[in-house]
C-alpha cells in the first residue's frame, strides 16, 4: 500500500513530539512538506533514479501522427518527457515483436511511412509520428512530473521517500526557531535521502539490464526472417 501524505504528517508530529496533532496540523506542515518533497524530486533527478520513470502501453491507429495530452490515446497526465518508445503490431502478444523506436530530430528526414513508425520526435509538448500503415502498440517508458501534496489522501510518490521527507519537513518547521535542531533533522534527512539514492541506483541497474535484454530480442526477432 502506497504511503500518503497522512503519513508523512503523523511522522512529523511524532518526530517534533507534538502528539496531539494540534500545532503540527495538515494544513500547517503543507507549505514545508511541498518545498522537502520538491527537494528529493530535484535531488533524484539529477541522480537519474528510476523512481521518476514510469511506463504506458497504449494503442496508436494506422495513419496516427502524433499523441499529446489531449488526444485519444493520449500522454499520461504525469508525463514529463520520453526516454524510450518500443512497438510492435497492434494485437501481437510475443515479448519478442517488440522493437524500439528511434528517437530523431526532425521527422522530414526520416524515411516514407511504411508498416512499422521506426522513428520519432518530441516537439511542442508531443510525440510525433510519420505514421504507419497499421495499426501499432506502443510501450513508452517517460520521466514523470511530480505533483504537491494537495490533501492527507495524497499519497508520496516516491517509493521509500517517506524517512528523508519527514526529517527535511521538520528541518524546514523548526528553522526560525531552533537552528540547531533544524541541522540535525536536515542531516538525518540528507542521509535518509543517501540510502534512498543507493537503493533506487540498484534498482536501475537490473532495470537497464533487462531493457538490454528486451532490446536484444527485439533485435534478434527482427533478424529472424534474414536468417530462416
Known sequence: MAERYASLVAGCQMALEEYDGQ????ALLLRAANFA????RLDLTRSGISDLRKEQAFTLPAAATSISSSSTPGLPADFSAPLELYERLSGSTSPRDWMPVRLVQDL????????????YAFQEGKLKFRGATTA???KLDYMADIADFTSPADAIPVRMALVPLVYLTCALLVRATDRD????FRRDGMQAL???????NKREEM???LRGARRNRAYRGR???LVQ
Open 108 to 119: 522530414l528526414e526520416a524515411e516514407e511511412p511504411g508498416e512499422t513508425l521506426r522513428v
Open 207 to 209: 532495470a537497464q539490464a
Open 194 to 200: 543517501s540510502k534512498l539514492r543507493s537503493i533506487a
Open 136 to 138: 501499432r502498440e506502443l
Open 223 to 225: 533478424l529472424r526472417p
Open 37 to 40: 518533497l520538491e527537494e528529493v
Open 23 to 26: 500545532l503540527y496540523t495538515p
Open 181 to 184: 535542531g533544524a541541522d540535525r
